[in-house]
């Protein structure tokens, strides 16, 4: 048998890990040396083709890559960029992401401020300018891009005027928007962006990467980091030295199965048209559980391609069955598809991924077996 046939025992429709291709997991076949020109080289290309899909100029940004999950990128960037004493961070929050940066500004004891909203409405322009311009000790802003806690997707361009306006460091986690939603780096002067291999590049999960502007690489990581591990200017300084090296063992798999995920966004016709289908699946998903009785937690206009979060009903719609959760589940893994527990503070609720190795086709399907589910309950 061939490896690109074997064939997953289900579709996850979990927003990363998510579904990946049976080529970007055969990449994945075989073991590199770290320090080898052929390893090293493919880490080089990673990095340039990552600029390029995101539209960077390589004079003005650069990737850095760094082990572990997103999370890790994101406390190498907070870590990395924040000086104890002469910053100001200010994290806006509307979910469990912004609040993991929250997490990771007190464990380091970085000074911030928290802007928080409640987690089905975004941010304020005018509360948000009103904050900036009354606190001038703020240096640095901190957003995620969509809260994949609920699915909302947070507007990066008024953000972005403010954080020019008031000479503010950019800094967003787009973990999951990158490459599953068009917008312009550059333009929105973001200084760090991070993200990771298993989001919608459609990768395996094993290393976040930062997208990062030079100029502030260079005026705040030299000497801020807090952690060896974590340094990312050190990572960066490294990876520059001695092209496509990682300071320590890196997720050598993971990166060739990164390499040919990056092949197959190219192959699909690059950000915008991964864009295009994620959109596709999200308002099939979204017409087809609202015909079917689901409500869903976000308003529309808030709504982002990646992931839809749902309302627990007390009842199965159209019948006077409880519903419960786990048979809910259960039914849909059986007929091939793995659905997301609810990430909602205060109501139960759970979430359908809409990124990944998925297409409207497969999209259809589900919806037939969550017609099916509601129909065996009468
Ligand atoms: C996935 C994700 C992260 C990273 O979470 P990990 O558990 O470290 O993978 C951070 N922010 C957002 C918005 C995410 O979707």
């Known amino acids: 048998m061939l490896l690109e046939d074997i064939e997953n025992p289900y579709i996850l429709l979990t927003p990363g890990p998510l579904s990946t291709s049976p080529s970007v997991r055969a990449a994945m076949w075989y073991d590199s040396c770290t320090w080898d020109h052929d390893y090293k080289n493919i880490v080089s290309e990673i990095r340039a083709r990552l600029l390029a899909n995101a539209g960077c100029h390589p004079d003005e940004y650069t990737t850095v890559l760094m082990q572990g999950s997103g999370t890790f990128g994101v406390e190498s960037v907070l870590g990395s960029s924040v000086n104890r004493k002469d910053h100001l961070l200010l994290i806006l929050v509307n979910g469990v992401y912004g609040r993991r940066m929250v997490e990771i500004a007190k464990i380091l004891e970085l000074p911030h401020l928290v802007y928080e909203v409640s987690e089905n409405e975004t941010f304020d322009p005018a509360v948000l300018r009103d904050i900036v311009h009354t606190n001038k000790m703020i240096t640095h802003l901190a957003i995620v891009h969509c809260e994949t806690t ?189 659905i997301y527990p609810g990430k909602i503070t205060h109501r139960n609720s759970f979430r359908i991924g809409t990124i990944g190795h998925l297409f409207p086709d497969d999209v259809v399907r589900f919806l037939d077996n969550v017609e099916s589910f509601i129909d065996e309950c009468e």
């Open 150 to 338: 609920t699915g909302i997707l947070n507007d990066l361009k008024h953000v972005s005027d403010l954080a020019r306006e008031a000479g503010l460091y950019f800094i967003v986690d787009a973990m999951s928007s990158f490459a599953g939603i068009e917008f312009d780096i550059a333009d929105l002067d973001i200084d760090f962006l991070v993200s990771s291999a298993n989001k919608c590049i459609q990768g395996v999960p094993g290393f976040s990467f930062v997208i990062c502007k030079k100029s502030a690489l260079n005026e705040l990581c030299e000497h801020n980091a807090k952690s060896l591990s974590l340094h990312l200017y050190d990572q960066w300084k490294e990876m520059e030295r001695d092209p496509g090296k990682w300071r320590y063992t890196s997720p050598t798999h993971v990166v060739l199965a990164f390499k040919q995920a990056l092949l197959e966004l190219e192959r699909e016709g690059g950000i915008a048209a991964r864009a295009r289908r994620y959109r596709d699946n999200q308002l099939l998903l979204s017409e087809g559980m609202a015909s079917l009785g689901f409500e869903a937690y976000i308003a529309p206009r808030l709504q982002s391609p990646i992931i839809t979060s749902y309302l627990e009903p007390d009842l199965v719609p159209h019948t006077k069955q409880k519903f419960i959760f786990s048979d809910f589940y259960q039914y849909l893994k059986s007929s091939g598809f793995v």
